[in-house]
């Protein structure tokens, strides 16, 4: 009876001690995302969001100036890309944490 009762409670103190650690790491990832993301906001989805400012105010702008629109978001999409797909990854980490 003894024996039960110590592996019981050695099973549990383990299940804690994963719980805590699990618990942590989550929690550095998040620290570290949060940390992360708002440099990549900045750099790769405001911009993205202006041009729907600008549909929104009804501008127009000439074949010319969506040509080079069009060029800056391919050129932004290929440098924040790396970015985005880490920032994916944490984020993935993070759920997988959370189950």
Same mark, same amino acid.
């Given at each position: 009876m003894r024996f039960v009762a110590l592996s019981l409670l050695l099973l549990w103190i383990l299940t804690i001690a994963g719980c805590e650690s699990k618990t942590a790491k989550a929690k550095k990832l998040q620290d570290q995302y949060n940390a992360e993301y708002p440099a990549y906001a900045k750099e790769c989805v405001d911009p993205e969001t202006a041009g729907a400012a600008r549909m929104l105010t009804g501008e127009k702008l000439t074949s010319?100036?969506?040509?080079?629109?069009?060029?800056? *978001?391919? =050129?932004? +999409?290929?440098?924040? *890309?790396? =970015?985005? +797909?880490?920032?994916?990854?944490?984020?993935r980490q993070i759920l997988a944490l959370q189950q």
């Open positions: 010319e100036q969506m040509a080079t629109l069009e060029a800056k *978001k391919k =050129e932004r +999409d290929a440098r924040c *890309k790396p =970015e985005a +797909d880490r920032l994916a990854e944490i984020q």
